[in-house]
């Protein structure tokens, strides 16, 4: 069994814990010594690993004890986002464990994670690229994989101090139209309640051909009524269907997406996004 760092060990108690709350309260870290984590299908908890633990002989406890925790993903941590590594070595085989020990700590002064040696497998790192490491089986805290550019460079104290994840926020409509944005008026809005007539749309007009001769503008305006959003002047407007995933600025929890544009509005700027699942 590897040897892992204080933070991760707190991390499965507290996992535990919360799985069943005071379950492994009275034990310590003196006291009981893990089994290797074993993946099992996600339960309604959201636990999704399985973990014995024993009792160390002669510190007051004996026999073993199955849990359930959940483990985080590294996937989901970094979805939509390519970490960087920066570092003299940062690249060439992480055969050894100083070498995945420096790699595990440069992610962890960038990104806050508790990543230790024992965690990396043994890969090759090549530089100025993208790089994809899954970490072992046997990592307490995490499952998954990142995949992270590679940089040839000198450590960085303040980049191990504080990384910014995010780049920096800016609104999407100039602020001096004194305009509200459509696309943010929109984010996170589930149109999936109005299925029929979001598949009714056909991509072009919406102030002429069949989305206005069937009525499905006017039928869109009053949905928008009924959600308490603008109803926007559709002079010159026009709609198109696309994948949400080809899109960047869909919120990624729906399957489709209708992207109205060309709006010369008093009270609103930028492109309606309505998402929606089929």
């Known amino acids: 069994m590897a040897l892992y760092s204080l933070s991760q060990r707190q991390f499965l108690f507290d996992a535990i814990n919360a ?30 690993t399985e973990i014995i633990i024993r009792g160390r002989q ?10 359930r925790y959940k483990r985080l993903s590294l996937n989901d941590l970094f979805k939509n986002f390519t970490p960087q590594v920066t570092a003299p070595d940062a690249y060439g085989s992480l055969y050894t464990t100083p070498k995945k020990a420096a790699f595990a700590q440069n992610l962890n002064g960038r990104y806050g994670l508790n990543l230790v ?23 307490i805290q995490y499952t998954g994989s990142i995949t992270f ?3 040839r460079g000198k450590n960085n104290l303040e980049e191990l101090v504080v990384n910014d994840v995010l780049d920096e926020l800016t609104h999407p409509v100039d602020p001096a139209l004194t305009r509200k944005s459509a696309e943010m008026l929109s984010y996170g809005r589930d149109f999936s309640d109005e299925i029929q007539l979001m598949m009714s749309f056909v991509d072009g007009r919406l102030d002429v051909g069949p989305n206005w001769d069937n009525g499905y503008t006017t039928s869109l305006l009053q949905v928008f009524a009924g959600r308490g959003l603008p109803q926007f ?4 407007t026009s709609i198109k269907r696309v994948k949400a995933s080809t899109e960047l600025r869909s919120n990624g929890m729906s399957d489709m997406l209708l992207i109205i544009t060309g709006m010369n509005d008093p009270q609103v700027a930028g492109d309606w996004l309505l998402h929606y699942n089929t």
């Open 19 to 48: 799985e069943n709350p005071g379950a492994i309260t009275p034990m310590s870290f003196d006291n009981a010594v893990f089994g290797t984590p074993k993946a099992i299908p996600v339960q309604p908890s959201g636990a999704n």
């Open 149 to 151: 550019m590679s940089v």
């Open 117 to 139: 040696a024992e965690d990396i497998p043994d890969v090759y790192v090549y530089l100025n690229t993208k790089n994809t490491v899954s970490v072992t089986n046997a990592c």
């Open 233 to 236: 002047d559709v002079t010159r």
């Open 58 to 67: 002669g510190r007051g406890y004996t026999g073993a004890q199955t849990f």
